[in-house]
DNA sequence: GAAATTAGCTTGCAATCAGCAAGTTATTTT
DNA sequence: AAAATAACTTGCTGATTGCAAGCTAATTTC
């Protein structure tokens, strides 16, 4: 039980607790991509009918994804993400990021992302919201929540 | 096996073949607080002992991590993350971003990262490199490696 | 309007994997 | 030489996965 306690106090473990799967993450990866409904995502990931279910009820009981019933035809389901969901997309585009710079073969990455605004082949990069600068691992200082800054040994000083 | 084909094609599933178990966020994590050590990852993270050789290993393998022995002090072993690994971290950041939103208590993030270069507390965003604008989903055209764009209802045209 | 089809699941089962405790090996330290 | 430490491995039990099959309710076809 003792190790829950720190499981619990970083946001990346946190966010872990509602996405800590492979599938999770690939289930949300076909909903940015506009798959809603239970077979076009098992088509789609080749994930076993049981598991599908059971993911897609913690997504929804997570607040990520949400189940409505086609009123037109009440066989059909449709799981769509939430505002809470759409907010992880930062998330797919850095695990996307990094397999086309780390994963790619010969043929360059698969799939290819265009930014409307400007037009231009999207690769995303990680800013300081603050001054705009891309963020670098070793630019940042962290500081635990109760107060006492965390030192580089990753321990309390 | 036909669904490998498909589970490879994206770099998300890709991403997910080196990253994708909860334990791997999470020792990476630590990593990036500058945790290196066997028995340090193991207090840190409260994870079975056999379960966490297993994923270092994984972690060696796929060139995240380097394996060292201290010479020093022959027993010791030092993981450290690769440039490869290093540049794991928009993953980190995102995660930690989305929990620090959406799964915080009254207290709080807790843990507060703060930008060295420009001094400010940081919130990280993903950004378009070509415009520099904040990247949205509803922003984003996708467009298969082959040519064809990719529709909204997710599958080909 | 009965039979077939479709969508979205649930159940049963063998095999794999996680978590726990204990043991092992190779160094140091005392 | 004995004790301690770091980094593992092994054995066991119980949970989880993947696969195939079956189920149920709604809709389409004949």
Known sequence: M???EDFRACSVARTLRVLGDKWLFLILREAFFGVKNYDDFQAKLGIATNVLSGRLKTLVEN?????EQDPADGRKVTYRLT???VDLYPIVLALM???DRWLADESGPPLILHHKPCGERLEPVTCCKACGGEVLAQDIRYEEAGG???GPDGRGT
């Open 2 to 4: 003792e190790k829950q």
């Open 148 to 150: 006492k800054p965390r």
């Open 97 to 99: 990021r990094w397999g």
């Open 63 to 67: 607040g990520v994804l949400k189940r």
């Open 83 to 85: 505002e809470k969901g």
